[in-house]
């Protein structure tokens, strides 16, 4: 292993590489990862010196906080190669001052822009060749915290881990997403942690979800909690709704996550002249609509998922399929989205920032 010292991030690199293992034609979503990694830890009240240095299984204390307690937050990001071989990322101030939001929501460390940016850019510019060219191609890329501390009092830990990881990604969805819409479980509360990209957020939906796949959905929509009659956003992604010719999407709220997929469709849209409404969305129009023949469209946005259609969706033990349709707005905003993060149309609204 050769290191190098540069004035801010001390650089280890891997002896060899893996690359040549991997089948990036096949690859599923997020099992695969690059050959080093991004690490700080935030030790006496300080960050210490970053380092990257070779993907690896690392040690913890038994007792660390983050096991205990569920300290843990992260981030959804992800890199892009352009036609002349540069790198590119799209809105990733936005993902840092989430993260941060999410790290005092938490009672986490803050973490400083230059170890969460020049640790990401000095990280992606060493496993560069991870990232492939072509549309459908990316590198998702993972920051994320966790309580390190040792002890299991129910306090906030004194000690904590940043790291990044990546992951080369195709898409995060193989086949057709149906949904189906809750009754009785919820994601989030408000005055809860539902803004906060927090790990136990996910968690606490894999059961729900678990019996929602065993009925052959891929998906949950959460509804809110007090009244369940509020369609809120899915269990990887915000979700839009097409009526007639308007596009509906739940407002952010202390219960839905701020997804920055969520936040640019919304600008592109409005920018192709469609009509967009952010405003509280009930499952009783959403099933009225589909009964009348106006629901056109519903699709789920985020950073994994991209843009993904929804054919279906259940409610209280009825499916209400969606009708095929031309010109659908998934198609189009993905279509725009995709072009401007690799770079094959003109970025107007200046979201991507070269590495
Ligand atoms: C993302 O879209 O980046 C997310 O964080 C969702 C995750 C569950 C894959």
Redesign the pocket.
């Known amino acids: 292993m050769s290191t190098t010292h540069t004035n801010k991030i001390d650089i280890i690199k891997a002896p060899t590489s893996k690359i040549n293992e991997v089948d990036f034609e096949n690859l599923s979503f997020?099992s695969v990862f690059t050959d080093h990694l991004m690490e700080c830890d935030y030790t006496n009240g300080e960050w210490q010196k970053p380092v990257i240095k070779p993907y690896a299984p690392f040690l913890l204390d038994p007792s660390a906080r983050v096991f205990h307690y569920g300290q843990a937050i992260?981030?959804?990001?992800k890199a892009y190669k352009d036609d002349e071989d540069a790198v590119w990322l799209f809105r990733p101030d936005e993902n840092y001052r989430r993260f941060n939001n999410s790290a005092v929501r938490m009672a986490m460390p803050e973490v400083p822009e230059a170890v969460f940016m020049d640790g990401l850019n000095q990280l992606l510019q060493l496993d560069e060749a991870w990232i492939k060219k072509g549309k459908g191609n990316t590198l998702?890329i993972r920051p994320f915290m966790i309580a390190t501390g040792r002890g299991v009092i129910a306090n906030p830990s004194d000690d904590y881990k940043f790291m990044i990881i990546l992951s080369p990604a195709k898409s995060?969805y193989s086949g057709e997403v149906k949904v189906l819409i809750a009754e009785h479980f919820s994601r989030a509360a408000n005055g809860g942690i539902g803004a906060a990209?927090a790990a136990g957020n996910?968690a606490a939906q894999f059961y729900p979800t678990s019996l929602a796949n065993k009925e052959g959905f891929q998906q949950v929509i959460w509804t809110d909690d007090a009244t369940h009659t509020k369609l809120e956003e899915a269990?990887?992604?915000n979700v839009f709704f097409r009526i007639n010719d308007t596009l509906y999407t739940a407002p952010t709220s202390e219960r839905i996550l701020d997804g920055i997929t969520r936040k640019s469709l919304i600008e592109m849209a409005k920018k192709d002249g469609i009509a967009v409404e952010v405003r509280p969305v009930l499952v009783s129009e959403l099933v009225e609509a589909s009964k009348n023949g106006t629901l056109k469209e519903i699709f789920g946005a985020?950073?994994?998922?991209v843009v993904n259609p929804i054919i279906g969706f259940s409610y209280q033990d009825v499916y209400y399929e969606l009708p095929k349709i031309e010109n659908s707005y998934a198609s189009q905003l993905k279509e725009e989205l995709t072009n401007m993060q690799h770079k094959l149309a003109e970025d107007t609204f200046g979201w991507t920032v070269k590495v």
């Open positions: 997020g992260f981030e959804g990001m998702y995060y990209k996910y269990g990887t992604m985020g950073t994994a998922a």
